[in-house]
């Protein structure tokens, strides 16, 4: 499992495009959990999602949604974002994170592979698509820094060429080294 979250952590780190809060979309758990206490009328399914010292606003603002959910079709569509932006605002909150509105946007693959692991019980896929996926940011700068090595020595500019792709290519190793050492280190001092 340790490695699993290494893998994961490492893949988000790297990937220059990702979408970092895919719970502030409305195609997010977030939002997908709200849908449901709003179709079934208990809040208790969002209740996971927020600080308990949050919760009072949340139960308050779930109300307020029901009652205005009773009013006619262009209410319940208002009524129900209020409550989505309100709830994925407090799980913001409780993350230490900006909330800058709801997204409607897609979700980074790498997280719908993660959700999808969770929701079949099996991480096999997202293991051998986040490591195909190092494998190949690994391979891509090791042969951008040799084939610099070898012309580091024809001119200051390749020489200097090569050092930044060594650096890069060395920064990328140590990060993900990084990563497994921080993990291991936390897991470790969790069973103490």
């Not at 970092?20 to 009328?41: Q, S």
């Not at 040799?146 to 060594?166: L, P």
């Amino acid at each position: 499992m340790k490695v699993i979250i290494l893998l994961i952590a490492a893949a988000l780190l790297f990937i220059p495009e990702i979408v970092w809060a895919h719970c502030d979309t409305v195609r997010g758990p977030v939002v997908a959990d709200a849908r449901l206490a709003l179709d079934t009328g208990d809040v208790t399914p969002v209740l996971k999602w927020i600080k308990p010292e949050n919760e009072s606003e949340i139960r308050a603002a779930f109300q307020k949604t029901l009652n205005g959910r009773a009013k006619g079709p262009d209410a319940r569509e208002v009524a129900d974002r209020y409550f989505f932006e309100t709830l994925v605002r407090l799980h913001r909150l409780g993350e230490n994170a900006p909330f800058t509105g709801l997204k409607d946007e897609p979700i980074e693959p790498s997280i719908v592979l993660t959700d999808k692991a969770l929701e079949s019980g099996s991480a096999d896929e997202l293991v051998h698509e986040t490591t195909a996926y190092l494998a190949a940011q690994l391979r891509q700068r090791f042969a951008a820094a040799k084939e610099a090595q070898k012309h580091s020595s024809d001119s200051v500019t390749a020489g200097r060429e090569y050092v930044a792709r060594y650096v890069e290519f060395t920064h990328y190793v140590e990060q993900l080294h990084g990563i497994g050492t921080e993990g291991a280190h936390a897991e470790s001092s969790s069973q103490r």
